[in-house]
Nanobody, 117 residues
Framework: QVQVVESGGGLVQAGGSLRLSCAAS????????MGWYRQAPGKPRELVAH???????NYADSVKGRFTISRDNAKNTLYLQMNSLKPEDTAVYYC???????????WGQGTQVTVSS
């Protein structure tokens, strides 16, 4: 069982930056795929950024060039650096940690990001 806890959300003005963190415990996750998702009110949850165990990344088109996903395997931690934030980035951001043998991963409780115009 893996426990996942997100942090770093908050209220920021448009154009500002935030850095989200996702701490995973209960297992060594260096071989796991990890990703950030978000869900705005009334909308489905969507993938924001993903990083596999080898460090390869992919991003939603809406965040390319503004967000950067990274991981520190020694700390079992995933990060999302968010720059040039826009009001449409407002959502609850969730971390997902997926073992290579699983179809579904483990979710955290989410952290709220609110971008004011």
């Amino acid at each position: 069982q893996v426990q996942v806890v997100e942090s770093g959300g908050g209220l920021v003005q448009a154009g500002g930056s935030l850095r989200l963190s996702c701490a995973a415990s209960g297992s060594i996750v260096s071989r796991y795929d990890m990703g950030w998702y978000r869900q705005a009110p009334g909308k489905p949850r969507e993938l924001v950024a993903h990083i596999n165990s080898g460090g390869s990344t992919n991003y939603a088109d809406s965040v390319k060039g503004r967000f950067t996903i990274s991981r520190d395997n020694a700390k079992n931690t995933l990060y999302l650096q968010m720059n040039s934030l826009k009001p449409e980035d407002t959502a609850v951001y969730y971390c997902n940690v997926r073992p290579p043998w699983a179809l579904a991963g483990y979710w955290g409780q989410g952290t709220q990001v609110t971008v004011s115009s």
